[in-house]
C-alpha cells in the first residue's frame, strides 16, 4: 500500500539531546513538508522540500534541520537548540500536480 | 502575508443535524486552494474536501461541502447529518505560492463535539 510512514510513534528524550525523526513515502511525491502541532493548537510549518537535495525554512525553522538526500525519505532533526521540542511532528507530502497534502500518522515527541 | 481564520474553537451539534464550520481567508494571490482537514484524537490528519479559487460550482464529497464566497473570501465546512465518528479537530487550510514552492497553511482549527 502506498503512504507515508514515520517512526517512532512515540519517542522520549533527555533535553539537551539532538533526536532525528524518520519520514518515508513510496507514493513517488516530489515535495515533502514537516510540520509541527502543539495541544489544542492547528500545524506549524518547519520545513519543505520541493525536489531532492534542496530544501526551504518553514515558518518555525529554528532548532530543527533536515535532509533531502532521497526522493522517499525527509528526516527531522531536533537539535538541543530548540527551546520548546516537546509536541506532535507530522510528515506530509504532495504530487506537485495534486493539491492535496497526505500525512504520515505522526511523531509524539517529548523531551524529559 | 497570506492568513486562516477559524473563529469558532468548539462547536456543539446533535446528531443528525447539519453544522458549519467558518474560516475565513486573506491573500492577494488569484489563484489558490482551499482544504479541509479532520484530526480525530488519533492525530491523523483526514484530507475531506478541496476548493480551488477559479472552480465556479461549490465543492462536495458526500456529506461535506464546501461553502465558498470569494468575495467576502470565506470557505466554511457544513457537514450535514452529523455522525458521532465525526467529533474531531477540523482544520481549515489554504495552498500558497512563494518562492520555494508550494507551501500549505493552517487555521487554529475548530473542535467538534457531536451529542447523541
Known amino acids: 500500500d502506498g503512504g507515508i510512514t514515520q517512526s517512532p510513534k512515540y519517542l522520549f528524550r533527555k533535553e539537551g539531546q539532538n533526536v532525528t525523526l524518520s519520514c518515508e513515502q513510496n507514493?513517488?511525491?516530489?515535495?515533502m513538508y514537516w510540520y509541527r502541532q502543539d495541544p489544542g493548537q492547528g500545524l506549524r510549518l518547519i520545513y519543505y522540500?520541493?525536489?531532492?537535495?534542496?530544501?526551504q525554512k518553514g515558518d518555525i525553522a529554528e532548532g530543527y534541520s533536515v535532509s533531502r538526500e532521497k526522493k522517499e525519505s525527509f528526516p527531522l532533526t531536533v537539535t538541543s537548540a530548540q527551546k520548546n521540542p516537546t509536541a506532535f511532528y507530522l510528515c506530509?507530502?504532495?504530487?506537485?500536480?495534486?493539491?492535496?497534502?497526505?500525512f504520515g500518522p505522526g511523531t509524539r515527541l517529548t523531551v524529559l | 502575508a497570506q492568513k486562516i481564520t477559524q473563529t469558532q474553537p468548539g462547536m456543539f451539534v446533535q446528531e443528525k443535524e447539519a453544522v458549519t464550520l467558518d474560516c475565513t481567508y486573506d491573500?492577494?494571490?488569484?489563484?489558490?486552494?482551499l482544504f479541509w482537514y479532520k484530526q480525530p484524537s488519533s492525530g491523523e490528519m483526514i484530507f475531506l474536501i478541496y476548493?480551488?479559487?477559479?472552480?465556479?460550482q461549490n465543492a462536495t464529497e458526500g456529506r461535506y461541502s464546501l461553502n465558498f464566497q470569494k468575495a467576502r473570501k470565506s470557505a466554511n465546512l457544513v457537514i450535514s447529518a452529523s455522525q458521532l465518528g465525526d467529533s474531531a479537530m477540523y482544520f481549515c487550510?489554504?495552498?500558497?505560492?512563494?518562492?520555494?514552492?508550494?507551501?500549505?497553511?493552517f487555521g487554529a482549527g475548530t473542535r467538534l463535539f457531536v451529542k447523541a
Open positions: 522540500s520541493q525536489i531532492v537535495n534542496d530544501f
Open positions: 507514493l513517488n511525491h516530489d515535495a
Open positions: 476548493q480551488g479559487s477559479y472552480d465556479e
Open positions: 506530509a507530502s504532495n504530487d506537485r500536480y495534486i493539491d492535496e497534502q497526505f
Open positions: 487550510a489554504m495552498r500558497e505560492v512563494n518562492t520555494g514552492g508550494f507551501k500549505t497553511i
Open positions: 491573500t492577494s494571490d488569484q489563484s489558490y486552494g
